[in-house]
């Protein structure tokens, strides 16, 4: 790198792939762990936390007892490039990793991931599902210990596979094993975990979903509960969410008259099928739908996987990871899903084409909660957004509005915080809402904030 390319780097502060340390400690192989556990990175010694060049003492052989360090603390272990540079006349000393091939790689047995510009130590979880992203696989395809083909119903996968033939226009002439084995459903002669929950023949304990019908937070006046292969659970579960919608007869001139419910259908049906396939089902807790007056939350064990953020998955700036690849499979098999990782961004069409709000998304490490809304979008606000401020179907504009409508009064900094991105982009969406007259700032500079009008 040329000098002013390392300043150019300098003076952006840390990053999701750079981090300043004033000297060589623990905290470096940290980050580079961190690094290479998700994008690759630097680490630049002999700079401050503030991006203040300081330089360090140092020559060869401290360099190379550095690296020895590095690759004796770590496993998998990770020889990083080192470069040593002059700027100001202070030397600065710049670690490399790349994104590492075999993941997780741990620093004496602790693993870390970098999000945004801080190292954050990965769960249980998240070290298991790194594992079976770097071999390729899923926790679906390893076989089931607890279950066995009694377990299963070869009617239900004869019913699958009359489906298969029809959406792709072929003939099955091999029995229904056969076509499990040769999907790869099974593995080694065995059940998998995911062939036992897309065919489940009774009781399908770990695949448990709740619905209710909600007057108030604590009163509800109709309920299912649900344990069955997932397949079944889809269609029961559509079936109730309409037993409890409001549907309008609109007559158009054809013999039949056209329904159309308060609720897109298509865009519900989207939420559970995405339920049902990106679900953890090694997470004790099962899945919930919560249906009001005025919205429909939908609660699944399992955060964003991949490394994921809301700002990535709404700006559809992602390559498609799914958990559970065997289910993803089996429903795309039969056109149940159009194209893997496409089904956030088709939620969010369909509530637009529909004339309702947009949906709100709440993310934690463990859980995912989608909330559906009834209510019509404002002709002028529609206008904006799809406008001057959508442009291109801008979500991660209408995320931001969205945050400042919820909370009434939140800064800048906090909306950069709680939704992960960056805070000169909050700022240019801030100030773009404020000369569209969306929004206003009230109070001092200190302690006021951000309201919708």
Not at 105 to 110: A, E, G, I, P, T
Not at 165 to 170: A, C, F, L, V
């Amino acid at each position: 790198m040329t000098e002013k390319e390392i300043k150019n780097i300098i003076s952006q502060g840390e990053t999701e792939t750079a981090e300043f340390k004033q000297s060589f400690t623990k905290a470096v192989i940290e980050s580079l762990v961190a690094f290479s556990n998700t994008k690759g990175g630097q680490v630049f010694i002999g700079v401050s936390n503030i991006g203040i060049i300081k330089g360090v003492s140092t020559n060869e052989e401290t360099v190379q007892k550095w690296i020895n360090e590095v690759k004796q603390n770590t496993n998998p272990q990770i020889v990083p490039d080192v470069d040593i540079y002059k700027i100001n006349k202070k030397s600065i000393i710049i670690f490399s990793v790349i994104e590492y091939p075999i993941k997780p790689v741990s620093f004496k047995d602790r693993y870390y991931k970098r999000v945004l510009n801080s190292n954050h130590k990965m769960s249980i979880t998240e070290v298991a599902n790194e594992h079976l992203r770097t071999i390729n696989s899923s926790w679906d395809y390893y076989p089931d210990p607890n279950h066995n083909f009694e377990h299963i119903s070869l009617e239900k996968v004869e019913k699958y596979i009359k489906e298969y033939e029809k959406w792709n226009d072929t003939k099955v002439d091999y029995n229904a094993i056969e076509f499990l084995v040769k999907q790869e459903f099974l593995r080694d002669n065995k059940l998998s975990f995911g062939a036992y929950i897309l065919f489940a023949k009774e009781l399908c304990i770990v695949s448990d979903i709740q619905i209710g019908r909600f007057k108030s937070p604590t009163k509800i006046i109709d309920s299912l509960n649900l344990d069955a292969d997932i397949f079944t659970e889809l269609n029961e579960i559509i079936a109730f969410i309409k037993k409890h919608l409001m549907v309008e007869f609109i007559i158009t001139g054809e013999p039949q008259r056209t329904e159309k419910y308060d609720y897109p259908l298509e865009a519900i049906r989207e939420i559970v099928i995405n339920m049902l396939i990106h679900r953890d089902y090694r997470d004790s807790s099962g899945s919930i739908i919560k249906i009001y007056d005025d919205r429909i939350e939908f609660y699944n064990p399992g955060g964003l996987y991949g490394g994921l953020t809301i700002a990535d998955l709404l700006e559809f700036n992602y390559k498609p990871k799914a958990r559970n690849k065997m289910l993803a499979k089996a429903f795309k098999l039969i056109g149940k899903v159009e194209k893997y990782g496409s089904g956030i961004k088709r939620i969010f069409t369909i509530c637009q084409n529909y004339g309702v709000i947009p949906p709100k998304i709440k993310v934690n490490e463990n859980d995912f909660e989608i909330i559906l809304y009834k209510q019509k979008l404002n002709g002028e606000l529609n206008g904006e957004l799809n406008g001057e401020l959508n442009g291109e179907l801008n979500k991660r504009q209408i995320l931001v509005f969205n945050k400042i409508k919820e909370k009434q009064g939140i800064k800048a900094k906090e909306l950069s915080v709680e939704l992960e991105i960056p805070f000169s982009t909050i700022d240019k969406y801030i100030n773009l809402f404020i000369k569209q007259k969306l929004i206003e700032r009230r109070g001092s500079k200190k302690t006021g904030g951000y309201y919708v009008l």
